[in-house]
């Protein structure tokens, strides 16, 4: 290419693509939303479409990408776009297949015969690429990528697996890559490097439950099988399963290809749902009638006829047994889980009664704030409303008549101090002051009539009591 560039070729690439974009009819503009193809495999079409003489006549767009293409160079190597590009100029490839633009770049690359660079974080994206768009003809990208796959597996299971989960349930369904995994490793080493476990606890339900199931029909021994279920079910991201979905898991466990010791772990584990530990239980009393029966074989009738009998007693206990504990146990947990919702419950009443009764005493107090303030309004009325009167004191009583809280030496009044109870009614109560002008006596409240008398009276009273001239009074 440096060299074609020299004498200035590749300008003609590009001007020859533009103009084949923008005056090509089958082949509309590009959207202002859509990227062109990465310049490596920009570069590879532009040299085709030299050598060959012919114009790109297909434009696939993905994930935002346009890719300008040539058909005879990528339907003979894939069935799939062999189906979809025929009298097609223009083409999305969208969901459900699962394939990104920088994995169709690769796909792209590979038709047009160049070498393409797969690690282990491509190569589970290119095999399920390959499976998707049916690329197994001749020398085709699935054989590749699969060659690449079985070297690398062993070294780094982890970082494919990794890779492995945005591709579900494809990388499953169409390759097995995520079981193969697993697979390899499990001959590789016994403990299953920790970061592969690290993976698969960060697996979906669903996803999880397709690698167990393919795993299944792999596997002569399910002791693995069974760890890594266990190990899902108690450490999973997604917290507690309900009791079917882990029922649906537990399935994929044949209980006759376990170990007597993990049976034995079967059947004790909380963890696993009850309907698999029924049929660990089943399995492991089947078990060891077979081996019961196997002994006595090599033993006298008698002899071994009383132990068969005697161990199928046992297992009989022990099924009823266990039957009555996992009752018990569930039982309790059910007892538990309604105790702590009855004392949420009753705490939640008792703040709603502290919060009632809290009204409640408000309520008093502002009652109570009420009445007072009622009580001293009324006093003020009272107080407001009294009347007094004065009177002459009769000179033949001169001597000084002693009021509530002192005297007056030489002249005196009577005040009739007169309120209204709570009825409206006036009563009244007096203070004689006497001396020697005058005399007291009860005054009347009077009407209205009476009003002018009573203040001639007071005035009158008040000039006697006190000697004021008419000049000053004036």
């Given at each position: 290419?440096?060299?074609?560039?020299?004498?200035?070729?590749?300008?003609?690439?590009?001007?020859?693509?533009r103009?084949?974009s923008?005056?090509s009819?089958p082949?509309p503009?590009?959207s202002?939303?859509?990227?062109?193809?990465?310049?490596?495999?920009h570069?590879?079409?532009?040299?085709?479409?030299?050598?060959?003489?012919?114009?790109?006549?297909?434009?696939?767009r993905?994930?935002g990408t346009?890719f300008?293409?040539?058909?005879d160079?990528i339907?003979?190597?894939?069935?799939?776009?062999?189906?979809?590009?025929?009298?097609?100029?223009?083409?999305?490839?969208?969901?459900?297949?699962?394939?990104?633009a920088?994995t169709f770049?690769?796909v792209?690359?590979?038709c047009?015969?160049?070498?393409i660079?797969?690690?282990?974080?491509n190569?589970?994206?290119?095999i399920?690429?390959?499976?998707?768009l049916?690329?197994?003809?001749?020398e085709?990208?699935?054989e590749?990528?699969?060659?690449?796959f079985?070297?690398?597996?062993?070294?780094?299971a982890?970082?494919?697996?990794?890779?492995?989960?945005?591709?579900?349930?494809?990388?499953e369904?169409?390759?097995?890559?995520?079981?193969r995994?697993?697979?390899?490793?499990i001959?590789?080493?016994?403990n299953?490097?920790?970061?592969?476990?690290?993976?698969?606890?960060?697996?979906?339900?669903?996803?999880?439950?397709?690698v167990?199931?393919?795993?299944?029909?792999?596997?002569r021994?399910?002791?693995f099988?069974?760890?890594?279920v266990?190990?899902?079910?108690?450490?999973?991201?997604?917290?507690?399963?309900?009791?079917?979905?882990?029922?649906e898991?537990?399935?994929s466990?044949?209980?006759?290809?376990l170990?007597?010791?993990?049976?034995?772990?079967?059947?004790?584990?909380?963890?696993?749902?009850?309907r698999f530990?029924?049929?660990?239980?089943?399995?492991?009393?089947?078990?060891?009638?077979?081996?019961?029966t196997?002994?006595?074989?090599?033993?006298t009738?008698t002899?071994?006829a009383?132990?068969?009998?005697?161990?199928?007693?046992?297992?009989?206990?022990s099924?009823r047994?266990?039957?009555?504990?996992?009752?018990?146990?569930?039982?309790?947990?059910?007892?538990?889980?309604?105790?702590?919702?009855?004392?949420?419950?009753?705490?939640?009443l008792?703040?709603?009664?502290?919060?009632?009764?809290?009204?409640?005493?408000?309520?008093e107090?502002?009652e109570?704030?009420?009445?007072?303030k009622e009580?001293?309004?009324?006093?003020?009325?009272?107080?407001?409303?009294?009347?007094?009167?004065f009177?002459?004191?009769?000179?033949?009583?001169?001597?000084?008549?002693r009021?509530?809280?002192g005297?007056?030496?030489?002249s005196?009044?009577?005040?009739?101090?007169m309120?209204?109870?709570?009825?409206n009614?006036?009563?009244k109560?007096?203070?004689?002051?006497?001396?020697?002008q005058?005399?007291?006596?009860?005054?009347?409240?009077g009407?209205?009539?009476?009003?002018?008398?009573?203040?001639?009276?007071?005035?009158?009273?008040?000039?006697?009591?006190f000697?004021?001239?008419s000049?000053?009074?004036?």
């Open positions: 290419m440096k060299g074609w560039n020299q004498f200035g070729v590749i300008e003609t690439i590009y001007e020859e693509e103009e084949f923008s005056s009819s082949s503009s590009l202002p939303s859509f990227s062109s193809s990465p310049p490596s495999l570069s590879t079409v532009n040299a085709w479409t030299i050598d060959s003489g012919c114009e790109t006549d297909v434009l696939i993905v994930e346009c300008r293409l040539h058909k160079r339907i003979p190597r894939s069935l799939y776009l062999k189906r979809h590009l025929s009298g097609v100029f223009d083409f999305t490839l969208s969901p459900p297949l699962n394939i990104t920088e770049n690769l792209a690359e590979f047009y015969g160049r070498k660079q797969l690690s282990p974080i190569v589970a994206a290119v399920t690429a390959s499976e998707l049916g690329m197994r003809e001749g085709n990208l699935r590749v990528a699969e060659s690449y079985e070297r690398i597996v062993c070294i780094d982890s970082t494919i697996m990794r890779s492995c989960l945005a591709l579900f349930p494809d990388a369904t169409t390759a097995s890559l995520a079981s995994c697993i697979e390899a490793l001959w590789e080493n016994d299953v490097d920790d970061s592969v476990l690290d993976v698969v606890v960060e697996m979906q339900p669903r996803d999880f439950q397709m167990v199931y393919s795993l299944n029909g792999r596997l021994n399910h002791d099988l069974y760890n890594l266990h190990l899902y079910l108690k450490e999973n991201k997604y917290g507690k399963l309900a009791e079917e979905q882990k029922t898991i537990c399935n466990i044949d209980c006759t290809k170990s007597p010791r993990t049976l034995v772990d079967c059947v004790q584990n909380p963890i696993m749902p009850l530990i029924v049929r660990a239980i089943l399995v492991e009393h089947l078990t060891t009638r077979r081996t019961i196997e002994a006595a074989a090599t033993t009738t002899t071994s009383g132990n068969v009998q005697q161990q199928l007693e046992v297992q009989r206990t099924l047994e266990f039957l009555q504990r996992d009752s018990a146990r569930r039982q309790t947990a059910q007892l538990k889980e309604a105790m702590n919702s009855t004392f949420s419950r009753i705490q939640t008792e703040k709603e009664l502290s919060g009632m009764k809290k009204i409640l005493q408000d309520h107090a502002e109570e704030k009420e009445k007072a009580r001293r309004d009324s006093v003020l009325n009272s107080e407001r409303s009294a009347s007094f009167h009177v002459p004191i009769d000179n033949e009583n001169s001597k000084i008549q009021g509530g809280r005297s007056v030496s030489s005196g009044f009577v005040l009739d101090n309120i209204t109870n709570k009825n009614e006036m009563v109560y007096k203070y004689n002051v006497s001396s020697s005058g005399s007291c006596h009860d005054g009347n409240v009407t209205p009539k009476n009003t002018t008398s009573f203040r001639h009276r007071f005035i009158t009273g008040l000039k006697n009591t000697k004021i001239s000049t000053a009074s004036n």
